[in-house]
């Protein structure tokens, strides 16, 4: 059962709008609700909380002339990272995208899923978008770990008397927290998790606590709250505003973990966290950052004031190495965030037939969330390690960050257009005025990010077009593989009356045929017959399908379809964000009168061996890969949880 799962039939989407899907709205129950606001401030806001660390450095390094650190430039940034922060995340996240989920779940794949289900079908844009989406989030998936660990690392270098800490010492330890961050993956973060929340609300505390200590002393640095010093200051400096807009995104870069695990909090928690908690303390913090910029200024009379790790400066020494510490558990959280992050969207897209099937370990008898895919974590731990030994610092890898993240956000921002159009039947001239500024702001961004392609911000965009490569060939290789099969076998009710007419040696026990078209005889059923020359008493030709939505209830689970005496059609539907459990599934089918004992029951797989062919498939390239994803995917013995014993394969030779 390779391939693409097809969609099952599906009852139409709850209105996003809709309060139904408010599941986590404060109905009263006040504890459990600040509680879930409590756990999303470490999962959801590690990476957006971290920000300070080094956004506002290299903003104003951006900003800064040949003459050094200019007041204008100071407010200028300020102002533009608040701005960034108030539109980037505030309305088009919090208030606009958040209210755009599919049954509760964000993330640009539930929002593919849910732009599919408002169309009718799968289109290719809608793929494309998705695809492109997914595919750039790994490159924000392996820069994260590797630019927050780094920039608090570095920290130590403001210590009084570790000034001269090596470039060498540095790598080390980074290096060394972030190969034991991926070696306890498969551990699982259950345990870990319960402090990720109170450490980063302790973190956000921190923050605006130093952060206030500076604006008390330049207050005038609230006036950058204006908008006007940030249309000035792009006004007044060309193509540079350009590349410190390119900085100034690094403020917001953590926005899609806000949508993508909505699953996880409900929207209003996630809601009340940003604007009661997080959103204040980091205003009050890139202000402060301003006015420790703005007083070390003042302080030096007129001379040339280079480049400063501000956000650790202004902190008092006394307080610095604690602050280090705390600041290495926040970005170790954001981490984590990340990570686990790339886990679910793997799984994701596995179930939605855009990548071959991985293993996939559960890590908690409790939490459905907590997985570990050995192959994506071996994959971003490269990509980390080999990021931090090509960049080194925190500075030069801040040229590599963004444009990915950029590119996810107007791919969300395009998708939510048509739910707003084609869901939610919004008139074209209201949803151009709601979308249009949204993705003009995020092209602003897309564009200044660009500018620093030959700096390093190409390689997440390789990353994210060598894995839609692998996306596109899965999904077209499939597609090709599926209809061939089509062609090359027999309906499934033309079969059965050549069976009735030739009735085969009959066995006892169970023999279930794992398939994708239910339609057509499986491959399974034709080589047992054609080899084993056998046919069991009961046969149950079963089919997985994949809903459009992230989980199906249980009572919708299988459904049962009598064909003779001999065959019963079995559909299993799982959501895109659930893991295949067939033995489970199968025991719910005896209200249906479907009795299975796995002890009397064989599971038979079709094994297909994928060869090139002499005529023109996917091209020669793709036909190469195509054949090493299948040989590397995964059981579907493993992924789909049957007992190893009870299991037959029955291989083919198939070309594409």
């Not at 608040?82 to 509760?104: C, E, P, Q, S």
């Not at 170790?332 to 996939?360: D, F, H, K």
């Amino acid at each position: 059962m390779t391939g693409a799962p097809p969609v099952a039939a599906h009852s139409a989407p709850t209105d996003p709008a809709s309060p139904k899907t408010d599941a986590a709205a404060p109905t009263g129950r006040h504890g459990a609700f600040w509680a879930m606001a409590l756990g999303s401030a470490g999962v959801v806001f590690g990476d957006i909380g971290t920000s300070p660390l080094y956004a506002f450095r290299l903003a104003l390094a951006q900003a800064s002339t040949h003459g050094g650190v200019q007041t204008d430039a100071v407010m200028g940034v300020v102002s533009l990272a608040l701005w960034a922060l108030f539109l980037v995340v505030t309305v088009k996240y919090v208030i606009f995208l958040m209210r755009a989920d599919n049954h509760g779940e964000g993330g640009v794949l539930s929002l593919m899923a849910l732009a599919q289900a408002a169309i009718g079908r799968r289109t290719l844009m809608i793929f494309m978008l998705g695809g492109i989406g997914a595919a750039l989030f790994y490159g924000d998936a392996v820069i994260t770990p590797a630019i927050s660990v780094l920039s608090a690392v570095e920290g130590f270098r403001s210590v009084p008397g570790l000034e001269g800490l090596s470039l060498g010492t540095v790598l080390i330890v980074a290096l060394t927290i972030l190969v034991i961050l991926f070696m306890v993956q498969s551990r699982g973060t259950a345990k870990v998790a319960g402090f990720f929340g109170p450490i980063c609300v302790v973190w956000f505390g921190c923050i605006a606590v130093f952060g206030l200590m500076q604006i008390v002393h330049a207050p005038q640095v609230l006036l950058a709250i204006s908008p006007s010093y940030a249309a000035v200051f792009l006004a007044h400096h060309g193509t540079v505003g350009l590349f410190v807009l390119g900085s100034v995104f690094l403020t917001v870069t953590g926005a899609e973990a806000l949508y993508a695990d909505m699953g996880h909090f409900g929207r209003w928690p996630i809601q009340a966290a940003w604007l009661f908690m997080v959103l204040p303390c980091l205003v009050i913090n890139y202000l402060g950052q301003g006015a420790f910029a703005l007083r070390t200024l003042q302080a030096a009379h007129g001379a040339a004031v280079g480049d400063v790790d501000w956000f650790f400066q202004m902190i008092p020494a006394v307080a610095r190495v604690p602050m280090i510490v705390l600041a290495m558990a926040a970005t170790v959280i954001a981490s984590q965030a990340v990570i686990t992050g790339a886990y679910s969207l793997t799984n994701q897209a596995m179930q939605l037939g855009l990548l071959p099937r991985m293993v996939v370990q559960r890590t908690s008898e409790t939490q459905a969330g907590q997985i570990y895919l050995p192959q994506i974590n071996m994959m971003l731990l490269v990509g980390v390690i080999v990021l931090i030994a090509v960049f080194k610092t925190s500075d030069s890898l801040g040229n590599a960050y963004g444009l990915a993240v950029t590119g996810t956000m107007a791919v969300t921002t395009s998708l939510g257009f048509i739910v707003v159009r084609r869901l939610w039947k919004w008139p074209l001239p209201a949803a151009l005025a709601l979308i249009g500024p949204l993705l003009t702001v995020d092209f602003i961004f897309l564009g200044a990010n660009a500018l620093k392609l030959l700096s390093g911000a190409a390689l997440p965009l390789i990353l994210g077009a060598a894995l839609f490569l692998v996306m596109a060939t899965w999904v077209r290789g499939n597609d090709i593989l599926s209809r061939k099969l089509q062609r090359d076998t027999p309906l499934l009710t033309d079969f059965l009356e050549i069976l009735k007419a030739r009735p085969p040696h009959r066995v006892s026990g169970t023999a279930i045929y794992l398939c994708g078209d239910p339609d057509h005889a499986p491959g399974a059923l034709l080589h047992n017959l054609k080899h084993n020359r056998v046919l069991h008493e009961h046969n149950i030709i079963l089919t997985v399908e994949t809903a459009e939505t992230p989980r199906v209830d249980e009572a919708d689970r299988v459904r049962v379809t009598p064909i003779n005496d001999d065959f019963q059609s079995v559909r299993v539907r799982y959501g895109f964000m659930e893991r295949p459990n067939l033995p489970k599934a199968l025991a719910a089918c005896r209200k249906y009168g479907l009795v299975y004992d796995v002890m009397t029951t064989s599971f038979f797989l079709g094994r297909k061996t994928v060869v090139a062919s002499a005529r023109k498939g996917l091209g020669h390239l793709q036909d190469r890969l195509f054949i090493m994803l299948t040989k590397n995917a995964a059981n579907p013995t493993d992924f789909f949880q049957i007992p190893p014993g009870r299991v037959l394969e029955m291989g083919a030779q198939v070309t594409v």
